[in-house]
């Protein structure tokens, strides 16, 4: 199974982006039965957990650096996640991947994540 993140772009510093990942091609995959994450990478640094959310979407957890700036959210019914970036700072630019696992919505590790998209990159300019 693959996801597809997509919505990245370059935004001033100070504006919003929606990132939005979904399962892509055709599948079965049961997107309700695994929890989600956002995970970013900047240019020369290790990828780090962004956000979480549970598999209902009742439960959310973000990293300190994102807390109140961004907000995780779902929609089963359309099988597609969001990441909803506000604020953005140039901190903030990155390749953005997201990802699905079976750990539990405060997973916050690479490897407790089973499924993996693809990354869209945001850029946010001075």
């Known amino acids: 199974v693959q996801l597809q993140a997509s919505g990245g772009g370059l935004v001033q510093a100070g504006g919003s982006l929606r990132l939005s990942c979904a399962p892509s091609g055709l599948t079965f995959f049961r997107f309700g039965g695994y929890s989600m994450v956002w995970f970013r990478q900047a240019p020369g640094k290790e990828r780090e957990y962004v956000a979480s959310?549970?598999?209902?979407?009742?439960?959310?957890y973000y990293a300190d650096s994102v807390k109140d700036r961004f907000t995780i959210s779902r929609d089963n019914h359309r099988n597609t996640m969001y990441l909803q970036m506000d604020s953005l700072q140039v901190e903030d630019t990155a390749v953005y991947y997201c990802a699905a696992g079976t750990k539990g919505w405060l997973a916050r590790t690479q490897a407790e994540y089973d499924y993996w998209g693809q990354g869209t990159l945001v850029t946010v300019s001075s």
């Open positions: 959310i549970s598999r209902s979407g009742g439960n959310t």
